[in-house]
């Protein structure tokens, strides 16, 4: 395990102060600044910003700073003080985050973004301002915070215009999580809306269907007693004790779906229903995997095959990373089925490996996409539980992911092992690098890239940086096809937990067809990555040991602050 960071690099606590003292006495930004520690030794910062009588906020450095963005928060946090704050913690949402944060950013740097958004919403308590925001509420964001889901067929969303009458209708809970919610029949008895086969075993259940007058608020009250006198006052029905399942209509357009319960009444946030178109181990292999845990980025059609081929071949422990929500068109390459539309991928991943599982399952999941603007906190939380896995796997296609894995693979000393689907069925590749035997994921990156240079033009979209994805068009390709790539990437993991292989290249390419580099089909050509090839500090530049003198300064500052701390103080 790497030493803290204020420990490995004492010379940047010192710029860190620097750059706030400037901060402070050439700018009307900070009325002033201490140095704190929190229980476990690491620093803080403590700032009075120059707004009104004073707002006190504090920076929370991750573990991995500078390479990874802080957190800046209230003091004191009783409720939201900003329009651009993370509910539970406080956190503000500013410009800098963990997708645009660059080391040569400072503490400084937060402080002023802090100042200007609160000086912004000040100002637009008295004259209208536009406040940028870098946060966008996505449905699958939306879905994750939400308490239950009500999956919307488009044959459902007709028959809702179409009855113009409140009446009964009929719903299933087809997941685990029963605060998910399908509508099979409005109204009761007609099944035009449809259950899907995979929901073929679920019992339909009875609602309420309530057209509500015109003039009804859109408010509705949560408390169960309260819920069904809004409902009796303006649709004119009186819920029985058995009804659980509501359904309100304002007007032609606009419907609620909402789950009575003794404790409450949930709101539902709505999901599109698209259906889209589309154990036997070695004992070797159970041995080498029954104490391992695994990181895994990337739920989508090649993780959750992995995921769950890991699972089948004795791996019980999984650190799981994805932020996207799990919809119809998935279906066609992804492990799960149409009964899990609407759930997080991460959710859908962890029971697909409970299922699989020869005993109980210890799994670790975070709803985040790893490369996204989310708060700092849960970002330095992820990697926290990435180092903490025996090896990491990045199935994300995703260049942001693949260089924050490649600085977690370096500092805990964690194999790394990636991989990826060319477009077209063309084939695609598995890689891997393990600190102190091979160059490291970057370098073994660069040798790739290097190679490529040589071959001709590929006949799919990725062609020399196929670390691409982001927001581009995930590729066509058969099951078939992330499949193949699956079970390669699967046994590459193996290979590297169970040392099967210690001759392993850098990058396979595999091919399913005959085009570009691959003269047959299930051709394969090996990139390796010599040790002189590496191009990267972290390969071949040994630790270094920090200044003495900048050390101890570095220490005294820390003693100052611990002394003004102090109950004598």
């Not at 009104?52 to 209230?74: K, L, M, N, T």
């Not at 991928?345 to 299922?355: S, T």
């Amino acid at each position: 395990m790497i030493a803290p960071w204020w420990q490995r690099l004492p010379s940047r606590v010192l710029e860190e102060d620097r750059a706030l003292s400037t901060l402070q006495t050439d700018s009307a930004i900070i009325k002033s600044y201490r140095w704190l520690r929190a229980p476990n030794g690491s620093p803080r910062v403590s700032v009075m910003l120059d707004l009104g009588d004073g707002i006190e906020v504090e920076i929370h450095f991750p573990a991995h700073y500078p390479d990874e963005c802080p957190s800046v928060r209230p003091v004191k946090y009783e409720g939201p003080v900003s329009s651009h704050q993370f509910t539970k913690t406080g956190v503000f949402c500013l410009e800098l985050g963990p997708d645009n944060w660059h080391p040569d950013f400072t503490t400084a740097d937060m402080v002023r973004s802090a100042w200007i958004l609160l000086a912004k919403e000040l100002i637009s308590l008295v004259k209208p301002v536009e406040i940028p925001s870098r946060h966008v509420s996505t449905l699958a964001e939306r879905i994750s915070h939400a308490s239950g889901v009500l999956l919307r067929p488009h044959a459902f969303e007709n028959l809702v215009r179409e009855v113009s009458e409140s009446c009964e209708f009929e719903f299933v809970w087809p997941m685990r999580n029963l605060f998910r919610v399908l509508p099979v029949a409005l109204p009761k008895g007609n099944s035009r809306p449809g259950k899907h086969p995979s929901m073929r075993h679920e019992t339909a259940s009875a609602g309420s269907f309530v057209v509500l007058r015109s003039n009804a608020p859109e408010k509705v009250p949560t408390d169960p007693t309260a819920f069904s006198d809004y409902v009796k006052e303006h649709g004119d029905v009186v819920l029985d004790d058995e009804v659980i399942g509501v359904l309100l209509k304002w007007g032609p357009e606009k419907t609620k779906g909402f789950l009575r319960l003794p404790k409450g009444v949930i709101p539902l946030e709505d999901m599109p229903f698209d259906l889209g178109d589309g154990a036997r181990t070695p004992d070797a292999v159970r041995s080498a995997v029954a104490s391992a845990r695994i990181g895994l980025v990337g739920l989508g059609s090649l993780g959750s095959k992995v995921a769950t081929s890991l699972a089948r071949m004795g791996v019980r422990r999984f650190v799981l990373v994805d932020g996207d929500v799990f919809d119809g068109p998935n279906v066609c390459r992804h492990a799960a089925g149409f009964s899990e539309v609407g759930a997080m991928k991460v959710d859908v991943a962890r029971e697909l490996i409970r299922d699989v599982s020869f005993g109980d399952a210890e799994i670790v999941r975070h709803a985040v996409d790893l490369a996204s603007a989310t708060n700092p906190d849960v970002h330095a939380a992820v990697l926290k539980d990435l180092g903490s896995a025996d090896i990491l796997v990045d199935a994300t296609a995703n260049p942001d992911a693949f260089c924050i894995l490649a600085m977690i693979s370096s500092d805990h000393r964690r194999p790394l092992v990636w991989g990826e689907v060319f477009g077209g069925g063309v084939g695609g590749f598995i890689a891997s690098a393990i600190p102190g035997e091979t160059p490291c994921a970057r370098c073994v990156r660069a040798g790739f890239h290097a190679a490529a240079t040589a071959w001709p033009a590929a006949p799919f979209a990725r062609v020399v940086a196929p670390y691409g994805g982001g927001e581009e068009q995930p590729a066509v390709a058969t099951d078939a096809d992330v499949a193949f790539i699956a079970a390669a990437l699967t046994n590459r993991v193996l290979d590297v937990m169970a040392q099967r292989n210690p001759l392993l290249p850098a990058i396979t390419l595999l091919g399913l067809r005959r085009t570009w580099i691959f003269d047959a089909p299930f051709a394969s050509t090996h990139v390796p990555v010599r040790v002189d090839d590496r191009s990267c500090p972290r390969c071949w530049m040994p630790d270094s040991v920090p200044d003495g003198d900048v050390a101890a300064r570095v220490e005294a500052l820390f003693r100052e602050a611990d002394a003004q701390d102090s109950p004598a103080a």
